[in-house]
């Protein structure tokens, strides 16, 4: 199909483009950018008043297959990913079994192929069954094709056992994602330890449980040359430690996700598990540091981890329910209200957080609106306001703090190799 997309304001970061443009789509690359284009296009989208950008990239999703199912699956996970703009997702491995050797991988990207949504890569487990014994079948799996390495869910608590895996990371050329909790310090905590968290009766999880492993994961980073991405850093001091580690040339990239720079722990009135995640939210002085990490870019990319549970799982004390919820539905707008609204990233910042910097981080030749490249996309309307409806999300689900929130921001379209793989103004007319 050939595509024009016509009115739109460009954003390409790879070129620092932000202008009026058209952009025309042929056999899937991106064949033409430039004003009043002409084309006898199959289909042509007016983009007035709205964003052109990449597709957005996440590396950090949880897709709960194969093994919980009645969570969430690759399909409906693709589907949700392609609603959010998403048209590259990372899957993490902490699934049943584990994503730990070979046969694995192909399971979840055969499924994936066979949905043809988004892209959809898998990261390998760096132990046996995420048990932190054993290495996993490591070689097995690059062969399968995996795209990274991480314990995600958990860090690796051996010391010498990752530093083996990162030494691989180096040999194989993949970034090691990493889960920065020290077990020993967690104390079965649910939310951040703080005044609320008395007020609740809610044991607490303190900054210290992050902080300690990544400074451990930086100097091990130092050591060895591993490309370490910290995932959905939520401290003060993370970013901090991010900030000296890149100034000490450390390969080092750090994500924050929206719940984080959203969201203080202050805001949780009740005991609702919706508000349950790893790590927890933290202070408005955490939030801050957050926010000026990534409007300084000492905080490279904006990830979701896309956790979700089941409505029964979630239907309970905080106590007994399982950390997580689910944000590739509301990333974008969340990012548009809380941070380019605001004032603290501009739109081409946007695009570098969810689309550019994560392809750079994989290695991946998407991310950008360069001629000849995949036409990836998302037409995005940044002054659409409306409630977020949990209900009406594809993703199985519905764990979310922001069921209700008054937003701005909303994907009208995203393409995936020049096809459209997800249109609002089709899916509004249930809604009507």
Request: aromatic share 4%.
């Amino acid at each position: 199909m050939e595509i024009l997309i016509k009115n739109g304001r460009v954003l390409d970061p790879a070129t620092e483009t932000d202008q009026p443009a058209d952009v025309l789509i042929q056999d899937g690359k991106i064949a033409k950018i430039g004003t009043k284009l002409v084309a006898e296009a199959d289909k042509v989208i007016d983009a007035a008043g709205c964003f052109v950008m990449p597709g957005f990239i996440d590396l950090h999703v949880h897709l709960r297959d194969p093994g919980f199912e009645h969570k969430e699956t690759v399909e409906t996970g693709a589907k949700a990913a392609a609603r959010g703009g998403f048209t590259t997702i990372l899957a993490m491995p902490n699934t049943k079994p584990a994503v730990d050797n070979g046969d694995v991988v192909r399971y979840v990207l055969n499924k994936a192929g066979d949905v043809a949504l988004v892209n959809v890569l898998q990261a390998g487990a760096i132990t046996k069954g995420q048990r932190g014994e054993a290495l996993s079948e490591i070689e097995d799996m690059v062969e399968a094709g995996i795209s990274a390495l991480s314990e995600d869910g958990k860090s690796v608590m051996n010391t010498q056992l990752y530093r083996e895996a990162m030494m691989l990371a180096v040999k194989y050329d993949m970034p090691i994602l990493a889960h920065c909790e020290d077990a020993n310090l967690v104390h079965g905590g649910v939310m951040n330890e703080d005044e609320n968290a008395k007020r609740l009766g809610m044991p607490g999880i303190t900054n210290s449980v992050e902080d300690v492993i990544i400074a451990r994961d930086i100097i091990l980073a130092k050591e060895t040359g591993a490309k370490l991405h910290l995932c959905h850093c939520s401290t003060k001091d993370s970013v901090e430690l991010v900030a000296k580690a890149k100034e000490c040339g450390i390969p080092v990239t750090a994500e924050v996700c929206p719940h984080h720079f959203t969201l203080t722990s202050a805001e949780i009135e009740a005991d609702d598990a919706n508000y349950k995640m790893n790590p927890p939210l933290r202070t408005r002085a955490d939030v801050d540091a957050l926010i000026q990490g990534l409007s300084e870019g000492t905080m490279d990319v904006i990830s979701t981890d896309h956790a979700p549970h089941s409505k029964e799982e979630k239907n309970c004390s905080m106590k007994k329910a399982p950390f997580g919820i689910v944000g590739l539905e509301t990333a974008a707008a969340l990012t548009m209200t809380e941070l380019v609204d605001k004032g603290h990233l501009t739109p081409l910042q946007m695009a570098e957080k969810m689309s550019y910097r994560p392809a750079q981080i994989l290695g991946l030749d998407r991310g950008t609106l360069k001629i000849g490249r995949p036409a990836d996309l998302v037409v995005f309307d940044p002054e659409a306001e409306y409630r977020i409806d949990a209900e009406w999300f594809q993703s199985k689900g519905r764990n979310t703090p922001f069921h209700g929130k008054q937003v701005k921001g909303r994907v009208k379209t995203t393409i995936l190799g020049g096809r459209i793989v997800y249109d609002w103004d089709a899916e509004r007319k249930n809604y009507d």
